[in-house]
């Protein structure tokens, strides 16, 4: 691995105060390095161009006085003006150069500034960093004077005069700025990555508690545990916490709900469990003592049996649906047509009624749904129908603009009794003693709601007594034709 890489996972592997402190610290570093280093070229600018322009300012000797000098170039000439502590030579294209009156000491003459004595414009002003003989700093500033002629009248060498001054002072300040910058900067990163850990700090602090109510959470297994939020608070970790709280609630009533189901269950399976059993015991001790029972009696213990049985495959049905996850049905859920479900139910309630008359009228309607799970629900809602009806009563099914209603004419559901109807494992006291788990209309609501519906249980209204269940499904584009 390599240490890059290392860094990097190091890095991430520690805890998000400190990575926060570290990155806040490393952002202001960044930030006052560049300050810092802006300002010290900034500086540093505005010095040399102070140097500069005072060197300039010192050159008041015309160029007609320098070339009378310089034709007569000696340690002291005269009518050179001094320049008080600083460098000044007069330099030759051939890199020979004498000192003028006052100079401190000898400027080294390079390349660049023999190529300028030579062909540079002889009004511009050079300047350049150097040294002088002894190696120390200077600023130097470079005036070309031209081609100057020996005494005979022949041309001469090319001339310049060079002004130079010490950088030991600019350098110092430099320094010391440099310096200054440093602390400054120091100070401020220590006191950035202070300040970040402090942030951290508060900015985490809900987080932390959001930590430990999980942490309580997976202790105690109380999902009663709520984390306090402002109501006004919008920021990441409030929603985070009203989530985890939103959570929690969805979790203590899915159990609560759990719970009940499974009592609910417990309590509808021990009725049929204990006369099966007590039908199977009868049996087996008719077997055991050789008395068999009479014929009649032995038909009827079997035909209890059965309907028994088949209440409780019924029941364990209805269970295994009603505990189907409602992410399960998203994947088999397509566009089907009301009209044809409708008919396919209709087919099952009438081999179960064939004593009733039951009537449709079906209009086209799509719907997207899961087509088992709708068509289930549409066989509840008929065989409750065809449960209730007197013997020879009629059924009426009407579906027209996506509205299914059901309507018999059986004794109807007291008004007291209306908002009770669809809880699971509820049956009206006057029905106990009829065929059913209690999880039909459950079944219903729960399917109907997942296709975007409603479904309502009403007594009707026509004096005829009865029944009317009412379906409402949204409408869905009508699938193309199949090809043949």
Request: hydrophobic share 40%.
């Amino acid at each position: 691995m390599n240490p890059l890489r290392r860094l990097v996972r190091g890095f991430t592997a520690l805890p998000i105060r400190a990575r926060l402190s570290i990155l806040v610290a490393a952002a202001v570093a960044f930030a006052v390095a560049a300050v810092s280093v802006t300002c010290w070229f900034i500086v540093q600018g505005k010095l040399y161009g102070q140097l500069d322009a005072d060197l300039k300012a010192g050159m008041r000797a015309s160029p007609v006085e320098l070339r009378s000098a310089i034709n007569n170039c000696i340690d002291t000439p005269e009518g050179v003006p001094q320049f008080g502590n600083n460098y000044i030579q007069v330099s030759l294209d051939d890199g020979t150069a004498c000192l003028l009156r006052g100079s401190i000491g000898k400027i080294k003459v390079d390349r660049t500034d023999r190529e300028r004595i030579e062909h540079a414009d002889t009004n511009a002003f050079y300047f350049r960093d150097g040294t002088d003989s002894e190696g120390k700093a200077v600023r130097i500033m470079l005036v070309p004077l031209g081609g100057t002629t020996t005494g005979d009248g022949q041309p001469g060498p090319y001339v310049g005069l060079q002004v130079a001054v010490s950088l030991k002072s600019t350098h110092n300040t430099l320094n010391d700025l440099a310096l200054i910058l440093l602390l400054v900067s120091g100070v401020g990163v220590v006191g950035a990555g202070a300040a970040g850990l402090a942030v951290a700090r508060a900015g985490l602090r809900p987080v932390d508690r959001l930590t430990e109510a999980v942490e309580e959470v997976a202790r105690t297994d109380d999902l009663g545990i709520r984390i306090p939020v402002e109501d006004d608070s919008d920021d990441e970790v409030a929603r985070l916490s009203r989530s985890f709280n939103s959570m929690t609630a969805s979790l203590a009533s899915s159990r609560e709900l759990q719970q009940q189901l499974i009592a609910d269950a417990g309590h509808e399976l021990r009725t049929p469990l204990t006369s099966l059993r007590t039908n199977i015991e009868l049996l087996t001790r008719s077997e055991e003592t050789g008395r068999p029972l009479p014929e009649a009696d032995r038909k009827a213990l079997m035909a209890s049996v059965k309907a028994q049985m088949t209440e409780l495959a019924a029941l364990i049905g209805d269970l295994q649906e009603l505990s189907r996850a409602q992410g399960q049905r998203g994947e088999r859920v397509q566009v089907v047509s009301l009209r044809d479900t409708v008919e396919a139910a209709l087919r099952r309630a009438r081999l179960r009624g064939p004593e009733l008359t039951i009537t449709d009228s079906l209009d086209p309607w799509y719907t997207r749904a899961e087509p088992a799970a709708l068509e289930r629900a549409v066989v509840n809602i008929l065989d409750n129908a065809v449960k209730f009806s007197p013997e020879g009563g009629t059924v009426e099914v009407r579906l027209g603009e996506g509205v299914l209603t059901v309507r018999d004419h059986g004794p109807g559901i007291p008004e007291d009794e209306l908002p009770y109807v669809f809880d699971r494992f509820w049956r009206s006291p006057s029905a106990r003693a009829l065929p059913g788990s209690g999880l039909g209309l459950s079944i219903v609501v729960r399917t109907v709601q997942e296709a975007g519906g409603e479904v309502t249980l009403a007594r009707a209204q026509d004096g005829d007594g009865g029944t009317v269940a009412t379906v409402r499904l949204p409408g869905a584009p009508t699938p193309p034709p199949e090809l043949p």
